[in-house]
């Protein structure tokens, strides 16, 4: 996805946004007839991840997948898998629209219930691999003048290539929440949401470190005797990924929102909050594989304007 096509993205909802917004605020009787009115508009900055519990068949399909292969190790066979399980996400800010729904039962609008529309992004790394690899070599023994036992030196020879992906993300989403009373400063609120993600730039970094050190035994117990690091290098190069990456997640946004001030002309209609959205992620690569992780979203802190 090019930047064209997402200004065209951001552009088509600001667009519907705004068509909403007029439909929705015409009139008091029209409103209670289409239901929906433009009470908020929120933005907040916080983090999102994920848990996602990968193989070595997934270090090739990644690997498949990639531009330049060239620093792709091809024998993952050969070496110890030190990690191919972990976290991934980033930074993750959003904006959004908040809709009060009209409650005929009541006759009025509830401004206990709201329906959000967000757009956000997320900025991260998701499927990593840490790879190594090593082997001694004799290297020399070291002999005591005053009758102590020989000391055996071996050179390690050592090889750990790592391989990072990293995603940047928009994403568009949807969110009914059940608040506690927001009549009052401190309300609490809980909630169903889902969003659609596409990632408009997938690449892999990649780390090779390589290089030699010194072991010493003592009676056959090994201990370090000494560590030299001469024979060194750590070379860092990236790789964007051919696979087009879509996110699909559900979750249960769970949070807590205090209005600035009761009487205040502005500040009455200022809000700050905090989310906490555990759920369930689903990382479509498109002809590649679909992951099922654990997701986890956070707001750390939000502001809100409200229009009633």
């Not at 060239?70 to 993750?92: H, Q, R, T, V």
């Not at 206990?112 to 023994?141: A, C, H, V, W």
């Not at 992906?165 to 609490?188: M, Q, V």
Request: hydrophobic share 30%; charged share 15%; no cysteine.
């Amino acid at each position: 996805m090019n930047l064209s096509t997402i200004k065209k993205i951001v552009l088509a909802f600001v667009v519907a946004i705004t068509i909403s917004g007029v439909a929705a605020q015409d009139t008091e009787e029209n409103n209670a007839k289409k239901g929906m009115r433009i009470t908020a508009f929120n933005i907040d900055l916080g983090f999102n991840g994920s848990y996602a519990v990968l193989t070595v068949d997934d270090y090739l399909k990644m690997k498949n997948t990639a531009v330049d292969q060239s620093e792709f190790i091809s024998n993952p066979e050969d070496y110890s898998l030190d990690s191919y399980s972990g976290s991934g996400g980033g930074f993750a800010p959003s904006i959004s629209l908040g809709f009060t729904p009209y409650s005929k039962k009541r006759g009025a609008y509830n401004y206990n219930r709201e329906f959000r529309i967000k757009l956000g992004g997320s900025f991260g790394g998701r499927r990593s691999f840490f790879f190594s690899q090593s082997e001694s070599f004799p290297y020399d023994t070291l002999t005591s003048s005053i009758g102590n036992p020989d000391i055996y030196i071996d050179s390690v020879y050592y090889n750990n290539p790592t391989y990072v992906e990293t995603i940047s993300e928009i994403n568009i989403g949807l969110s009914y929440l059940f608040k506690t009373n927001a009549s009052k400063r401190w309300h609490f609120y809980a909630g169903v949401g889902a969003e659609y993600g596409y990632a408009f730039q997938d690449y892999v970094t990649i780390n090779h470190s390589e290089g030699y050190y010194g072991t010493g035994s003592y009676n056959n117990y090994n201990s370090n005797y000494y560590n030299n690091n001469n024979n060194y290098s750590d070379n860092t190069s990236k790789s964007k990924l051919t696979s087009n990456t879509h996110f699909v997640r559900m979750y249960i946004p769970l949070g807590i929102n205090f209005r600035i001030a009761n009487n205040n002309d502005f500040f009455k209609h200022l809000n700050i909050y905090s989310q906490f959205s555990p759920g369930m992620e689903f990382q479509i690569v498109t002809g590649v594989e679909t992951y099922t992780n654990p997701y986890i979203g956070v707001a750390v802190v939000g502001l809100r304007y409200t229009f009633d």
